[in-house]
């Protein structure tokens, strides 16, 4: 069955606030028990809710609805709320039909990245799931995330071929170090791989959420944005809670690694949505000025941090902080404090 309502944008995710994995990080030694168990009934209520509220890329987007038409030119395409291109004084100083077009590129590269990674995380999931025995609780969820995955990539995909425009998407060496390097971690250090997971997730997640309570979005827009945001709730709140009780398991070499690698990988994929894509200055016609200028705005540096603030908590709440890994995260420029 497919519901066609999104869920309400909330602040709050409703499993991880509510249900007993809360705090599970900070269990006492000894209860990796009651950790497996609290895991395994998360696990079955993400899968009943995602059978309860799903969505279809075609079935639950009007694409065709006159309502939905992209015009390059309408004021509705708007840059996010804080997104550093709209610091500059040169896109203050464009026309509105400019500002638009620019501000439609903006979202069209956001999302063929965005579908980009979720590639990448399909195919992690998978190779989790390959490995499975009979009877594990998380193959279902694991096959729901990938399923709904795959329809994410389809309505982002679909909107970036009806704006038409030449986006790009992330940057050739991301996408080969993606593979060679994230993917045999899914089944080597998947405690990492599911960081990796947030370090993607998380940071989207936020800006869509601060996009929808600005309202005045596009429709089209809109739609897409308040699917995601309800079925991301899952993964995310699938990814919290699978490392909340998996760290606690690792020795220590491997929970050293795991904060000395996340505050860079945060550092990197945070970028990748909040800055604007080089890309644009010979496919958008924003002046490669204007793009190193974006990125040297307090707006950019303060836009890093909100990004990846739910990730550096729960950082906090796994013990992954020690002195160095503090330093780290400011260095990369995801905490709060100079950036080096
Ligand atoms: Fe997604
Ligand atoms: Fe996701």
Redesign the pocket.
Known sequence: MTVTEPTPITTADPITATGPASGAASAAPGGGEDRDATFASIVRRLSKQSVEKHFDAYADIDWDDPLMAIDPADPRFLLWTGDPLGATEWYRSQPADVQSRVALYRVASAMRTGWEF?NV?QRGLLNIAFWMPNGAEQFRYLHH?TI??SQ?SLMFQEFVNRTGMPVHGMPTVIKKAAERAVLPLSRRFPELFFLF?LG??DPVDHLQRQQLRRGGVHPLVERIMRI?VT??A???SYARNYLKAEVPKLGRVRRGALSLITPPMFGVMTRLMVDVPPSMSFRAGVPKSVISEARKTPKRAKLLVEASAKPRKLCEELGLMNPVSRRLWKLFGVAGGPET
């Open positions: 979720e995380l995330e709904e995955e994410h997971v993607g997730e995601h079925e991301e899952r993964h995310v």
